[in-house]
């Protein structure tokens, strides 16, 4: 091959000329010939057949070990996003898999939670980590957590007071002490009462009842269905339950009326517990 020294051949189209041009790049490795080479796929520029240095419409610059190729925006290696100004493949900021630009990070890579758009090992206090590998907020003034719904440790509180986690409530109050229908059990911690508590000292030992119910031992037991008719009750049959005439909330069911102290029509399970005049209190 005789090629007059300075000048590229080009294998493609049989031509000698002082530059190769685009989508090829020269070759001067023996030192007898200057060759036109072939740059990669879709390469606008190369230097190398391992290095592009500019791509074709569509494609961005990419390099993975000693190789800068040329790919399609969905073809990103992970941890980086296709920039249209550069026209490379960024990266993502640290410990993104997809991100849509340098801050958009929208998935991080295994191990790492995604949280005010950082990847971070550990979703920070009041937040927990979701199956979709973000960090969501506990609900207010928790500080630990495993969902939306719960809370295991409540914020310290300030000089204004505690704040009190509720058992069943999942929340965290902020009062001075626990609300009622709760004790402090432990710490800000706040335990349900018995059933029909309104205060109480534990679980176990009522102080005071709800409307509607009395103190009978340590417990709550509702005057409603007790056989007496008292305070705002409309009848007591003494039974809680319905279709009898005398309603599990002690009020006359649709189709009695009270008459004489009796439900008419008869009540069919309790006709004669049922206290429905006002002569019959026996509070
Ligand atoms: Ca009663
Ligand atoms: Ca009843």
């Given at each position: 091959m005789d090629v007059a020294k300075g000048l590229f051949f080009n294998f493609i189209n049989f031509q000698c000329k002082p530059s190769c041009g685009d989508m090829y790049y020269p070759d001067?490795?023996?030192?007898?010939y200057y060759f036109c080479r072939s740059c990669p796929s879709?390469?606008?520029?190369?230097?190398?057949?391992?290095?592009?240095t500019s791509c074709t419409t569509n494609y961005y610059l990419t390099t993975t070990g000693e190789y800068t190729l040329c790919v399609l925006a969905q073809d990103c290696v992970a941890g980086s996003y296709p920039d249209q100004d550069s026209g490379e493949c960024l990266s993502c900021i640290s410990?993104?898999?997809?991100?849509?630009?340098?801050?958009?990070?929208t998935t991080c890579f295994d191990g790492y939670f995604l949280h005010a758009n950082t990847c971070v090992p550990n979703c920070p206090v009041s937040t927990y980590p979701m199956a979709n590998g973000t960090c969501a907020p506990c609900i207010?003034?928790?500080?630990?957590?495993?969902?939306?719904?719960?809370?295991s440790q409540c914020a310290g509180g300030s000089s204004a007071g505690k704040i009190w986690l509720l058992e069943d409530a999942a929340a965290c109050t902020f009062a001075n002490s626990c609300p009622d229908?709760?004790?402090?059990?432990?710490?800000?911690n706040c335990s349900t009462c018995p059933p029909?508590?309104?205060?109480?000292?534990?679980?176990?030992?009522?102080t005071t009842c709800i409307l509607n119910n009395y103190l009978n031992g340590m417990m709550c037991v509702s005057?409603?269905?007790?056989?007496l008719r008292e305070?705002?009750?409309?009848?007591?049959?003494?039974?809680?339950?319905?279709?009898?005439?005398?309603?599990?909330?002690?009020t006359v069911e649709d189709g009695f009326i009270c008459d004489q102290g009796v439900l008419v029509p008869p009540a069919t399970s309790a006709p004669d517990t049922c206290r429905c005049d006002p002569s019959l209190v026996i509070a």
């Open positions: 001067h490795t023996d030192p007898t879709n390469c606008q520029t190369c230097v190398s057949a391992s290095t592009c410990n993104c898999a997809v991100c849509s630009g340098s801050t958009g990070c207010t003034n928790c500080t630990a957590c495993r969902d939306s719904l719960t809370c229908g709760y004790f402090n059990s432990q710490q800000n029909q508590c309104e205060k109480c000292n534990s679980r176990t030992v009522c005057k409603c269905g007790n056989g305070d705002t009750e409309y009848c007591d049959d003494g039974n809680n339950y319905a279709g009898d005439g005398c309603a599990p909330d002690c």
